[in-house]
């Protein structure tokens, strides 16, 4: 089974989604169940997980409803209100929901850079660990280091780092991203999402630009903590679904089947779907 186990999908009538203004051009409309599936069926992809784009609840609401009649969608990353006094409860009625198996808050957009580590915040990762869900880490490598405090903070909690935390790809500069993923992957509760490399490359990127990244990502976290992504339809402000899955087939061409297929689904179902009891 292949997973894409990073998509969205977004109405722009629903009016929250801050980040997404008329200077993304080709993104700023629109994308649902039908503009996806054709390109899932082309390239042999099974399901997908979902993944909450507003920092609200009406929208994680919403993609719970289109998860629910979408039969490609096997999960949804949400959100919710860490700081909320009752955010355990908040938490436990979302784990209700089979098809929630996760949830993110965009930390990249969150002013305090040190805002994993508050301790008010203690509650709302232990519940999403008690109750077996994942935290979907949207970072840049300025908070790798506060995501390691929270690690320590929160031993229990499973971890999956979207889009390799952002490597600066087109600057060049990755030392500091390098030290940071190996950091990170020192955790064995952290997984790594092989997803939006190619938005944070210029625009005449090539396989050779992502191979150093792959590289090292391989060789920290290992197939069985790697996790494809496709972040559709972000990534086509670069390339085309099409093309990113033939990047990801390049870069993964010398491994062998089972480690192409762990990287292809088998690492997300695992980190995603086996932990709430579903199989896809």
Not at 41 to 64: G, K, Y
Not at 104 to 116: E, F, N, Q, S
Request: negative net charge; glycine residues 10%; charged residues 20%.
């Amino acid at each position: 089974m292949w997973i894409d186990a990073h998509q969205h999908f977004w109405s722009l009538s629903r009016g929250d989604y801050g980040w997404l203004t008329p200077a993304l051009g080709e993104i700023h409309r629109d994308f649902g169940p039908d503009d996806l599936r054709p390109l899932l069926a082309a390239h042999a992809i099974d399901c997908t997980i979902l993944v909450q784009a507003a920092p609200t609840a009406a929208e994680t609401r919403f993609l719970l409803g289109l998860a629910a009649r979408t039969d490609f969608v096997a999960g949804v990353v949400g959100w919710t209100a860490f700081e909320a006094s009752d955010v355990a409860q908040r938490i436990a009625d979302l784990a209700a929901d089979p098809l929630v198996v996760g949830l993110r808050p965009m930390v990249h957009d969150i002013a305090d850079d040190d805002w994993l580590t508050r301790p008010g915040l203690d509650a709302g990762f232990d519940a999403l660990a008690g109750h077996g869900l994942v935290f979907d880490a949207l970072l840049k490598p300025r908070h790798v280091a506060p995501m390691l405090r929270r690690l320590e903070r929160s031993p229990g909690l499973s971890v999956v780092i979207d889009h390799a935390a952002k490597p600066d790809l087109a600057g060049g500069d990755l030392a500091d991203w390098q030290d940071g993923i190996a950091a990170l992957a020192r955790f064995e509760t952290v997984a790594c999402k092989l997803s939006g490399l190619v938005t944070e490359a210029g625009l005449d990127w090539t396989i050779a630009t992502l191979e150093p990244v792959f590289d090292h990502l391989l060789a920290c976290f290992g197939p069985e903590r790697l996790i494809f992504g496709s972040d559709w339809p972000v990534v086509t402000l670069r390339a085309s679904y099409g093309r990113w899955v033939e990047t990801v087939a390049a870069l993964l061409a010398p491994l062998g089947q089972n480690e192409r297929d762990a990287i292809m689904g088998g690492t997300a179902r695992r980190v995603y779907l086996s932990r709430r009891g579903r199989t896809g």
